[in-house]
């Protein structure tokens, strides 16, 4: 079965902090795309950062970066200078083929001030 | 303007009323989908749809419809609502050739 797992159901950190969260993950598949939604308390699912499988290199986006182990089929993200608009729920996923997205049940981060 | 728009954004509804989600995109995708986010459970998927003519279910379609009435509009129905359907329903997009979903801003719907 193809699964997505979050460990930790809520975390928090402090204002200008580093977090990282965690995101293991299962399938036979060899190519695949990563992603990590953030969704805040508007409730819109958000972008965050994407990875693609074949790309040993781990992708950036300004305060948010991926540490992508596929043999270990494991997707963390670090989250630096963590700012008080980070405070959201977490999504990881992936796709597998031309439809299927299996998505985490989430990490609620809060990011005290 | 919101390049993925539903509506409406919240309702309530009574057991048994026949309730309709409305998607609508400006970003000219082929691809689009219906997710129900429960607490605790992430997102599953409803139905999916890749063009006007091509429809598929999900992994828990039993009680809901849909309907592509253009590549721009994808509107998800509950013939009768029943209380477990009470959740926050999203619409998203997704262009042929990458992985990333646009998502609309949700659906909130209470059934009493």
């Known amino acids: 079965a193809q699964t997505v797992t979050q460990s930790q159901p809520e975390m928090s950190v402090q204002e200008a902090e580093t977090v990282t969260l965690s995101c293991t993950y299962d399938?036979?598949?060899?190519?695949?795309?990563l992603f990590w939604y953030k969704q805040p308390p508007s409730r819109q699912m958000i972008l965050v950062i994407r990875?693609?499988?074949?790309?040993?290199q781990n992708a950036t986006e300004n305060r948010f970066s991926v540490n992508f182990q596929k043999a270990a089929k494991s997707f963390s993200l670090k989250i630096s200078d963590s700012q008080l608009g980070d405070t959201a729920m977490y999504f990881c996923?992936?796709?597998?083929?031309?439809?299927?997205?299996?998505f985490g049940t989430g990490t609620r981060l809060k990011v005290l001030a | 303007d919101a390049d993925v728009t539903q509506t409406p954004r919240n309702r309530i509804t009574k057991t048994g009323k026949r309730i309709m989600l409305e998607c609508s995109q400006t970003?000219?995708?082929?691809?689009m989908y219906w997710y129900r986010q429960d607490p605790g459970l992430g997102l599953q998927l409803i139905y999916y749809?890749?063009?006007?003519?091509?429809?598929n279910k999900g992994e828990i379609s039993d009680g809901y419809s849909v309907s592509r009435q253009a590549q721009a509009k994808f509107s998800l129905s509950l013939e009768s609502a029943i209380p477990n359907q009470t959740a926050l329903y999203f619409c998203?997009?997704?262009?042929?050739?990458?992985?990333?979903?646009?998502f609309g801003e949700g659906s909130r719907l209470t059934v009493l």
């Open positions: 998203a997009t997704r262009p042929s050739g990458t992985g990333e979903l646009f």
């Open positions: 399938t036979s598949e060899s190519n695949y795309y």
């Open positions: 990875q693609e499988a074949y790309k040993q």
């Open positions: 996923a992936f796709i597998v083929g031309t439809y299927k997205y299996i």
């Open positions: 970003k000219g995708h082929d691809r």
């Open positions: 749809s890749f063009d006007v003519k091509d429809i």
